[in-house]
């Protein structure tokens, strides 16, 4: 079964500084996607950047990009020029490639990074 | 797009009592999903439905919950007999299909409190 692990409960960024948020998993798979979402106060969860695992290239999205290790099975978060408005708690999520048993779409998530921006 | 609607956004029920919540997802999505997410915890997957039919469950989804949707519009789900251990944030989202481009859009949740 494919895991998903943060290993930082917690972190704290100032104001304008970038911070990178861990994320590793664990999978035999070849073929699967990742992603990093975002979870604000008010509790809805945002898409904030997404990796296929085929893809050697990082993805980027304006201040968020990624560090993809996929030997090392590492997907970590670098948020850049940190926003107040970036505080909140951070998924790492996994989603198999394959189309088996109507599992496509499925996330597995870890736990959590709750981060702090401090002005 | 009216994002993914769920209602109510707070229950408060007592111990044995059945729930039920509702989620309206992104018109044209055709796959709704259910997690459960407890303090401190990532979501977890419950349930998925393309369409109206309800394609794959989780080992957590024990016979007391059960989740419908009737027209592969919007969806319930039933918590019977509930017990404090259900306890936790209920996430619906939507896509459209099972592709990689059509990511999860989530609802606001509906928070449940068994006491």
């Known amino acids: 079964a494919q895991t998903v692990t943060q290993s930082q409960p917690e972190m704290s960024v100032q104001e304008a500084e970038t911070v990178t948020l861990s994320c590793t998993y664990d999978t035999s798979e070849s073929d699967y996607y990742l992603f990093w979402y975002k979870q604000p106060p008010s509790r809805q969860m945002i898409l904030v950047i997404r990796q296929e695992a085929y893809k050697q290239q990082n993805a980027t999205e304006n201040r968020f990009s990624v560090n993809f290790q996929k030997a090392a099975k590492s997907f970590s978060l670098k948020i850049s020029d940190s926003q107040l408005g970036d505080a909140a708690m951070y998924f790492c999520?996994?989603?198999?490639?394959?189309?088996?048993?109507?599992?496509?779409?499925?996330?597995?998530f870890g736990k959590g990074t709750k981060l702090s921006v401090k002005p | 797009d009216t994002g993914v609607s769920q209602d109510p956004r707070h229950k408060i029920t007592k111990r044995g009592q059945n729930v039920t919540f509702r989620c309206d997802p992104i018109s044209e999505h055709n796959r709704l999903y259910w997690y459960r997410q407890t303090l401190g915890q990532g979501p977890e997957f419950l349930t998925y439905f393309q369409n109206e039919a309800q394609l794959e469950k989780s080992r957590l989804l024990s016979d007391r919950f059960s989740a419908e949707r009737p027209k592969g519009s919007f969806s319930t789900l039933e918590i019977q007999r509930t017990e404090q251990g259900d306890s936790a944030m209920y996430l619906c989202?939507?896509?459209?299909?099972?592709?990689?481009?059509?990511?999860?859009?989530f609802g606001n949740g509906t928070r449940l409190t068994v006491t």
């Open positions: 989202a939507s896509s459209i299909g099972g592709s990689y481009n059509s990511p999860l859009h």
């Open positions: 999520a996994y989603r198999s490639g394959l189309d088996y048993g109507g599992s496509q779409g499925n996330l597995i």
